[in-house]
């Protein structure tokens, strides 16, 4: 498990995980293009099919401004390639089953729904740039707008 955590400004540490398709997908598969991280909770619930289709939709832009998309989420391999072939994502998601990602980018939190606390993901969302260096973050995500918002940062940098 990773040591410390991503800071704005800062390079951001090697990190891998399982991705859908089978594969294993590193940091360094990125390496000289922007890269947006985007963490959600689960797979095939509402507010995250929403925001991976405003990611889907907008990925041919992000592509253009020379920008790679992952998304992550404690899910399966299994689980994310149902959620890919089912609303037709065109970027790979990240099985972050151990949780090592999510507490690399300090985004595995304690939460609370109707009284009852459970750990659980910090909808957020990370733009590394094209040396590796965190550049911006956006915590406690609200999905409509959000992928807009990420792209026009993406295209400044």
Same mark, same amino acid.
């Given at each position: 498990?990773?040591?410390?955590?991503?800071?704005?400004?800062?390079?951001?540490?090697?990190?891998?995980?399982? @991705?859908?398709?089978?594969?294993?997908?590193?940091?360094?598969?990125?390496?000289?293009?922007?890269?947006?991280? %985007?963490? %959600?909770?689960?797979?095939?619930?509402?507010?995250?099919?929403?925001?991976?289709?405003?990611?889907?939709?907008?990925?041919? &832009?992000?592509? /253009?401004?020379?920008?790679?998309?992952?998304?992550?989420?404690?899910?399966?391999?299994?689980?994310?390639? /149902?959620?890919? @072939?089912? $609303?037709?994502?065109?970027?790979?998601?990240?099985?972050?089953?151990?949780?090592?990602?999510?507490?690399?980018?300090?985004?595995?939190?304690?939460?609370?729904? $109707?009284?009852?606390? %459970?750990?659980?993901?910090?909808?957020?969302?990370?733009?590394?740039? @094209? &040396?590796?260096?965190?550049?911006?973050?956006?915590?406690?995500?609200?999905?409509?707008?959000?992928?807009?918002?990420?792209?026009? @940062?993406?295209?400044?940098?």
């Amino acid at each position: 498990m990773p040591e410390k955590t991503v800071s704005l400004d800062r390079k951001v540490p090697a990190f891998s995980a399982a @991705a859908s398709g089978g594969r294993k997908w590193k940091l360094a598969d990125a390496a000289g293009r922007n890269l947006v991280v %985007y963490f %959600y909770p689960k797979d095939n619930t509402s507010g995250c099919t929403r925001e991976g289709e405003a990611f889907r939709d907008l990925h041919a &832009k992000f592509r /253009k401004a020379g920008t790679e998309v992952v998304g992550v989420s404690p899910d399966s391999v299994a689980s994310h390639d /149902k959620f890919i @072939a089912r $609303y037709g994502f065109t970027f790979p998601l990240l099985a972050d089953e151990e949780k090592a990602v999510c507490q690399l980018f300090d985004v595995w939190k304690e939460k609370s729904m $109707y009284g009852r606390k %459970y750990m659980g993901v910090e909808r957020s969302t990370f733009l590394i740039d @094209a &040396k590796g260096v965190l550049r911006r973050e956006w915590r406690k995500v609200k999905v409509p707008g959000h992928a807009e918002e990420v792209l026009a @940062a993406a295209a400044a940098l």
